[in-house]
């Protein structure tokens, strides 16, 4: 399969106000994703691992300056018009974020927000694209979907809100999806269920996925090939199997040996 | 606590601007007997010199009476200042005074002074102050600043009663609590100096308040008696000859504009320096 | 929400109760009376003097007058204006709705252009629009709206004829000019002084919610929003402006009181004869029931006009989370 994504040299450096000297965040990342491939991105907190997700996207806030190449379906993020950013965020490449509620506007019913996608990008008829948020909150496996979508961000559960964001995100079928830490503020049993959901509908629609997170347990479940992120750069890129059996960089190590005993418990 | 909060404000170029301005107006009016080329009340030719335009003699022109006008407004400063600073300083003490009293004190205390604010807060300032001035009939500068100031003081004793509030919870005043700090010590060497950059605000506010009250009371007559000089008499003596002398209204509108705005600036990045160290903390 | 609304209108009758208390005192101690200039002359004999004060209540005691006064009030009947010669509430029937009108078309004017100068603002954020708008709405805020309206008037009005300059309009014979004709003519003499007051609550509408929208740029869910794909305006429309405007209505409402007494001012420069106008009247006349009368209206409109911002604002504050 021909080559998704390519992030190539990418150095992201924090400029703070007033101090003359930025402060590094990554330094010299580079790394691909072909299509359907699922990819995990593995590294502690400060590790600059949000902000690689959110520079995919183009989205990195107003301070942090980016250098290097995102390739994404033939398009140079860093350097694109914003208007072709905007046509393909949601459509081909879409986000789902670590903290769901405050990720939600609360003066907008969830399936309104849900809707949005389709009419952000092209479509007129507001009862089109309202039903098709609804059947697609169905398939986020929400229950009721048809009511659910009336309500409020704060009058659902966590679980609940993730999925609205999810089904907010597969809308419009995108080629790859970024997921920040997407189960880390749910509750374990939760957690277990979203993660599921991400994984059956990575399969169903063929998509890749690049997964963030600090857990090496939620990454080698659910992604093919891992990378990790040690003081902005990045240590390791290998197959996850590969990597759970013989971690080449001591920090690797370090992460794999902290799940070791979890594994061999079962 | 406080001092960090100023410091801020010293490398601030749109604050730094506001307090040179503010310093600049403060020291004209200071200064206008030197600086005032004629004598603000002198009617020299006033049938001659009578609304001449502007000109190296009369850089503002001269008014109906061949009063020159920027002798008018130099002097004019020491007194709309002079009121204007009054009735603030009046109006940031009570305000301090009454909104720590209510910190303090906490309940029928806190309730009565907070329902008098919250009543008083809904009642416009102006026709306030219109109706005392017109039952008292004309007044006298020091009962002007009286008055200003008495009715100016919701605002400071709002924001100095929540901050001081706030800093009550905090465990350094526990904690000089704990250790039986008299409640008036409490609130000279702790809370009045953390709530220092607020009530700098409230000072910055009240006084871009008071300022264009002056000028409205002097405008309906019944501000600042004439001949005196106020900003708002000569802005009163321009407004008859709007079509014909327009640039009589412009110095006192500018100066009104600049010293208000200067004013509003500083309370702006006062609030801003606040913002900024609160979330450092 | 309802109790939020009956504490308001409790708050609202005492403020109203006070103020009309504190009138009445104030007026007490005011010399002269109505008739003081017409009566009070060498040439006018005590005993018509008496009668005439006898007549309207004059002679009575500072409490009892007050009772009455109350009493009056309480029936709706705010008493007789000597210098108009009609019944108070008549006067004030004919000046409120023209003060509304004024104070009204200004709040609706400027609060929409103060929202959207606000949306540009943040929407160039640190980028000429900005500067250029944050540099107007500072001059708005700091220009008193009574110089304002002067200059307007002075250059508008006078100079360039694009607008008359005092009075009201409209009020043409009934039989000579049909309706359209004199509404026109009724906004035509608006512009200015609605215009002027307008703008300044524009420039203080603009900065709250300039500051308002940039604090919320900063949530997470404005991110989702471009993440969408939204365009920059739809995430400013629909995201952003929802969730910060409910402070900037709030902060409205305790700017009114001041803009009231702003309205006042202008109302007697442009001659627009309404509350404010009949109060500058009725202080020079000594007409006490209808100072009284202005100032209580003028009060209460400014209460009235909170309680409903405070409400509004309620409504579109953002929800508060409910754990669960």
Not at chain 3, 218 to 230: N, Q, Y
Not at chain 3, 231 to 260: F, Q, T, Y
């Amino acid at each position: 399969m021909s080559t998704l994504l390519a992030v190539e040299g990418l150095c992201l450096d924090a400029m703070r106000e007033a101090s003359a000297s930025p402060t590094s965040i990554l330094r010299d990342v580079s790394f691909s994703l072909r299509e359907g491939e699922t990819i995990g991105v593995l590294g502690a907190s400060g590790s600059g691992k949000t902000s690689l997700a959110l520079s995919l996207l183009a989205l990195l806030p107003p301070g942090i300056m980016a250098r290097g190449r995102i390739t994404f379906e033939g398009h140079e993020m860093l350097t694109a018009t914003r208007g072709a950013r905007r046509t393909l965020r949601g459509r081909r490449l879409s986000m789902v974020f670590q903290e769901p509620l405050s990720a939600l506007n609360p003066r907008q019913r969830v399936g309104a927000q849900v809707a949005e996608v389709a009419q952000a990008h092209g479509e007129r008829n507001a009862v089109r694209a309202r039903r098709a948020a609804v059947e697609m909150l169905g398939r986020v496996g929400l229950a009721d979907a048809d009511r659910l979508a009336q309500r409020f961000p704060h009058e659902l559960a966590g679980g609940e809100r993730q999925r609205v964001l999810l089904a907010a995100a597969l809308l419009l079928d995108p080629a790859l999806l970024v997921a920040d830490e997407p189960t880390s503020a749910l509750d374990v049993t939760v957690q277990a269920q979203v993660l599921q959901l991400l994984r059956a509908q990575q399969r169903e629609r063929g998509m890749a996925l690049l997964l963030v997170s600090h857990d090496l347990g939620v990454i080698a479940t659910t992604c093919e090939r891992t990378v990790v992120l040690y003081d902005g750069r990045l240590v390791e890129d290998a197959p996850t199997r590969q990597l759970l059996r013989s971690p080449e960089h001591a920090h690797s190590r370090a992460l794999v040996d902290a799940i070791r005993p979890a594994e061999r418990a079962e | 606590m406080a001092a960090p909060t100023f410091q801020r404000l010293h490398r601030d170029r749109a604050a730094q601007i506001a307090g040179g301005v503010l310093a600049v107006v403060a020291l004209a009016a200071l200064l206008a007997p030197w600086l005032a080329p004629f004598d603000p009340t002198a009617q020299p030719d006033p049938v001659g010199l009578r609304l001449a335009a502007p000109s190296i003699a009369h850089p503002l022109g001269t008014d109906p009476f061949s009063r020159d006008v920027l002798s008018r407004m130099l002097h004019g400063a020491r007194v709309s200042l002079g009121v204007a600073a009054g009735a603030m300083l009046l109006s940031v003490t009570l305000g301090t005074a009454l909104g720590a009293l209510a910190a303090m004190r906490g309940g029928w205390v806190d309730s009565l002074v907070s329902g008098v604010v919250d009543v008083l807060i809904a009642m416009p300032r102006l026709l306030v102050v219109i109706a005392l001035v017109a039952t008292f009939g004309t007044l006298s500068p020091w009962w002007l600043v009286a008055l200003i100031g008495g009715s100016g003081w919701l605002t400071t004793a709002r924001i100095v009663r929540a901050e001081m509030r706030d800093h009550l919870q905090r465990e350094y005043v526990i904690a000089a609590r704990a250790l039986g700090a008299a409640p008036w010590r409490i609130v000279w060497r702790h809370l009045l100096p953390a709530a220092a950059p607020q009530m700098a605000v409230a000072a910055a506010l009240a006084l871009a308040a008071v300022i264009p009250l002056e000028a409205a009371l002097s405008f309906v007559g019944l501000g600042i008696q004439p001949p005196l000089p106020s900003w708002g008499n000569v802005l009163l003596d321009g407004t008859d000859y709007l079509t014909s002398a327009w640039w009589l209204v412009l110095a006192p509108v500018g100066a009104v504009t600049l010293t208000v705005g200067s004013a509003l600036v500083l309370a702006d990045r006062l609030r801003a320096a606040i913002a900024s160290e609160a979330r450092e903390q | 929400m309802a109790r939020l609304l009956l504490a308001r209108l409790f708050h609202a009758a005492v403020v109203g109760a006070i103020v009309a208390t504190s009138v009445f005192l104030l007026l007490q101690f005011a010399p002269g009376d109505p008739f003081a200039t017409a009566l009070d002359g060498a040439d006018v004999p005590s005993t018509v003097r008496a009668e005439w004060r006898a007549r309207y209540g004059f002679d009575r005691p500072p409490g009892e007058r007050f009772l009455r006064w109350a009493q009056a009030l309480a029936h709706g009947e705010l008493g007789y204006s000597a210098s108009r010669h009609r019944t108070v509430a008549a006067v004030v029937a004919d000046a409120v709705p023209r003060t509304l009108l004024l104070v009204g078309t200004a709040l609706a004017l400027g609060f929409a252009a103060g929202i959207g100068i606000a949306l540009l603002q943040v929407r160039h954020h640190q980028r000429w629009p900005d500067r250029l708008l944050g540099a107007l709405t500072l001059l708005g805020v700091a220009l008193p709206e009574f110089l304002l309206a002067l200059l307007a008037m002075t250059w508008l009005g006078a100079r360039w004829r694009l607008f008359p300059v005092a009075g009201i309009g409209g009020l043409g014979d009934p039989a000579a000019w049909p309706l359209w004709e004199r509404a026109l003519d009724l906004l035509w003499h608006l512009a200015l002084p609605a215009g002027v007051l307008a703008l300044a609550v524009a420039a203080r509408v603009a900065r709250h919610q300039r500051a308002a929208l940039l604090q919320v740029m900063h949530e997470d869910f404005i991110r989702t929003a471009r993440a969408k794909g939204l365009g920059e305006w739809d995430v400013l429309r629909r995201h952003a402006l929802p969730n910060a405007i409910g402070p900037v209505i709030a902060l409205l409402g305790l700017a009114l009181p001041s803009l009231v007494g702003g309205a006042v001012l202008i109302e007697r420069i442009f001659g627009w004869p309404g509350m404010g106008l009949t109060l500058f009247d009725a202080l020079l006349a000594r007409d006490y029931p209808l100072v009284l009368a202005a100032v209580l209206m003028a009060t209460l409109l400014a209460v009235v006009a909170r309680t409903v911002t405070d409400v509004i604002a309620d409504v579109v504050a953002p929800r508060r989370v409910r754990e669960r």
